[in-house]
């Protein structure tokens, strides 16, 4: 019988990314241990059915993706990756595993490719991928098929008129093809944003400021603010319609250059490549004299614009974001979350929903309507109905991609049974008093049933 195990002669098991070793046999059969070596990552991320694996770290850096989360790891650090959960891990380290029960064939979907491990996206479809996911991952000499069916229905959406696109046999054939997309395209941050961007979003925040009771300071938060014209349209908003409003403006984002930008609050108009946008494109000539100071092609935030407003860099999903910025009257979330792959999506906006105060407000829009509609309803968030139909329209260049990019708006539906929830864009949070909120005149539907009926997109 051994008590002491040393590393076989060769490695177990060599992947794109990794090699290790597996000790053993060992007496205790449920229980698996590795010693792993990581040159980049693990070359897919994937779920477990039944293992749990847990990983020390004993050299090296990197960090494990779990959950749609990053996490960075150094020596000494334990990282414990459950069942049923998506992860992955990146960097240069060596590792020691223990997994149990012990590995089986089938117990892991591996659910996508890992490209700090293998680079460029492969067109090989993955260990145990499903015919849906080798479609997706297909190439004809060297180009994807599905990106040719995705532009050809950017082409054909963009000739056929509503009244056509709106029919009934074409509009689940959208939201086919935007199912595509979703899965399909390859996703990331984008800079690209303008002032006053939806308006009737900025008009219903207005309503709400002018509807306090209280006298205390407006709380705001304005999370992934990117270089500055939504928290700067915001402020506006507020302030032209309550100029005595004492308020305070959180806005954050995750990139420091962004921030950066954000703060200084002047913007060359003729600098596309900076700006990725022509930012000022809808507002008017009056408006742009209200809110700026202008020096040749630079425009420049007004001072009493910028009074109030704390500039933060930092990632919106992390859980101490409440004690970071404290609890918030209204929290804005716009046009970053559809970035982001759904399971991370849904816990970085259940984590901003703790920012909100009880009875306090919500704007979410961005995001894959299937995740926002579940969480509003395991949230017990009510549906704001004024200006519904105003703020789904509200941003004319989301609907133009649907559907044929995974960050398109999918077009208003009155005929489903839970279009008042997965339409809304605003959301009050289940005050702790129903009868003391903080704003009167509410106009917000019954809160969102945990029942609430599920949807394809």
């Given at each position: 019988?051994?008590?002491t195990?040393s590393?076989?002669?060769?490695?177990?098991?060599?992947g794109k990314g990794l090699?290790?070793?597996?000790?053993?046999?060992?007496q205790?059969?449920?229980v698996?241990?590795?010693y792993?070596?990581v040159?980049?990552?693990?070359d897919t991320?994937?779920?477990?059915?039944r293992i749990?694996?847990?990983?020390y770290?004993?050299e090296?850096?990197?960090?494990f993706?779990?959950d749609g989360r990053?996490h960075?790891?150094s020596?000494?650090?334990?990282?414990e990756a459950?069942?049923?959960v998506?992860?992955?891990?990146s960097g240069?380290?060596k590792?020691v595993?223990f997994?149990?029960p012990?590995?089986s064939?089938?117990?892991?979907t591996?659910?996508?490719?890992n490209?700090?491990?293998?680079g460029e996206?492969?067109?090989a479809?993955?260990p145990?991928?499903?015919?849906w996911?080798?479609?997706?991952?297909l190439?004809?000499?060297g180009?994807?098929?599905?990106?040719a069916f995705?532009?050809?229905?950017?082409?054909?959406?963009?000739i056929l008129?509503?009244?056509?696109?709106?029919?009934?046999?074409?509009r689940?054939?959208?939201?086919?093809s935007?199912?595509?997309?979703r899965?399909?395209?390859?996703r990331?941050?984008?800079f690209?944003?303008?002032f006053?961007r939806?308006?009737?979003?900025?008009?219903?925040?207005r309503?709400?400021?002018?509807r306090r009771?209280g006298?205390?300071?407006?709380?705001?938060?304005?999370?992934?603010?990117?270089t500055?014209?939504?928290?700067?349209?915001?402020a506006?908003?507020?302030?032209?319609a309550?100029?005595?409003v004492?308020l305070?403006?959180?806005a954050?984002?995750?990139?420091?250059?962004?921030v950066?930008?954000?703060?200084?609050?002047?913007y060359?108009?003729n600098?596309?490549?900076?700006?990725?946008s022509?930012i000022l494109e809808?507002?008017s000539?009056?408006?742009i004299?209200?809110?700026f100071?202008?020096?040749?092609?630079v425009?420049?935030?007004?001072?009493w614009l910028k009074?109030g407003?704390?500039w933060?860099?930092?990632d919106?999903?992390?859980?101490?974001?409440?004690?970071?910025?404290?609890?918030?009257?209204?929290?804005?979330?716009s046009?970053?979350?559809?970035h982001?792959?759904?399971p991370?999506a849904?816990q970085?906006?259940?984590?901003?929903?703790r920012l909100?105060?009880?009875?306090?407000?919500l704007?979410v829009?961005?995001?894959?309507l299937?995740?926002r509609?579940?969480?509003?309803?395991?949230l017990?968030?009510?549906p704001m109905?004024?200006?519904?139909?105003d703020?789904?329209d509200?941003?004319?260049?989301?609907r133009?991609f649907?559907?044929?990019?995974?960050?398109?708006l999918e077009p208003l539906?009155k005929?489903?049974?839970?279009?008042?929830?997965?339409y809304a864009?605003?959301f009050?949070?289940?005050?702790?008093?129903?009868?003391?909120?903080?704003?009167h005149?509410?106009?917000?539907?019954p809160?969102?049933?945990?029942?609430a009926e599920?949807?394809a997109?």
């Amino acid at each position: 019988m051994s008590y002491t195990h040393s590393l076989p002669e060769a490695p177990s098991f060599d992947g794109k990314g990794l090699f290790g070793y597996s000790f053993g046999p060992l007496q205790k059969k449920d229980v698996d241990v590795y010693y792993v070596v990581v040159d980049g990552g693990h070359d897919t991320f994937m779920v477990s059915r039944r293992i749990t694996r847990i990983y020390y770290v004993l050299e090296g850096s990197g960090y494990f993706t779990i959950d749609g989360r990053r996490h960075d790891v150094s020596p000494g650090m334990l990282v414990e990756a459950p069942p049923k959960v998506e992860y992955s891990y990146s960097g240069r380290m060596k590792l020691v595993v223990f997994a149990s029960p012990a590995w089986s064939a089938r117990n892991d979907t591996h659910t996508r490719w890992n490209r700090d491990a293998i680079g460029e996206k492969s067109s090989a479809p993955l260990p145990n991928a499903s015919r849906w996911n080798a479609l997706l991952g297909l190439r004809v000499f060297g180009k994807s098929p599905v990106g040719a069916f995705l532009r050809g229905n950017r082409l054909a959406w963009s000739i056929l008129p509503a009244s056509i696109t709106s029919l009934a046999p074409l509009r689940r054939y959208g939201e086919f093809s935007a199912r595509v997309a979703r899965a399909h395209d390859r996703r990331g941050q984008a800079f690209s944003t303008y002032f006053l961007r939806n308006r009737p979003a900025l008009e219903l925040m207005r309503r709400l400021a002018e509807r306090r009771t209280g006298r205390d300071a407006l709380r705001v938060a304005v999370l992934g603010c990117s270089t500055g014209p939504e928290a700067y349209s915001v402020a506006w908003a507020m302030r032209t319609a309550q100029p005595d409003v004492k308020l305070v403006l959180h806005a954050m984002d995750i990139s420091p250059d962004a921030v950066e930008i954000a703060r200084r609050g002047a913007y060359s108009v003729n600098d596309p490549e900076l700006m990725e946008s022509n930012i000022l494109e809808r507002m008017s000539g009056a408006e742009i004299e209200d809110m700026f100071d202008r020096g040749g092609d630079v425009v420049s935030v007004k001072p009493w614009l910028k009074e109030g407003i704390e500039w933060r860099v930092g990632d919106a999903g992390k859980v101490r974001a409440r004690d970071l910025l404290g609890a918030q009257d209204i929290v804005v979330a716009s046009n970053f979350l559809c970035h982001m792959a759904p399971p991370a999506a849904e816990q970085c906006l259940r984590n901003i929903a703790r920012l909100v105060r009880p009875g306090g407000y919500l704007f979410v829009s961005g995001i894959d309507l299937d995740v926002r509609t579940k969480v509003a309803a395991d949230l017990g968030w009510r549906p704001m109905q004024e200006l519904l139909d105003d703020i789904h329209d509200g941003d004319a260049c989301m609907r133009t991609f649907w559907p044929w990019h995974y960050a398109g708006l999918e077009p208003l539906n009155k005929k489903r049974s839970d279009w008042k929830v997965r339409y809304a864009a605003a959301f009050q949070a289940p005050p702790h008093d129903e009868n003391s909120t903080g704003f009167h005149d509410l106009d917000a539907s019954p809160k969102v049933a945990a029942t609430a009926e599920p949807t394809a997109a």
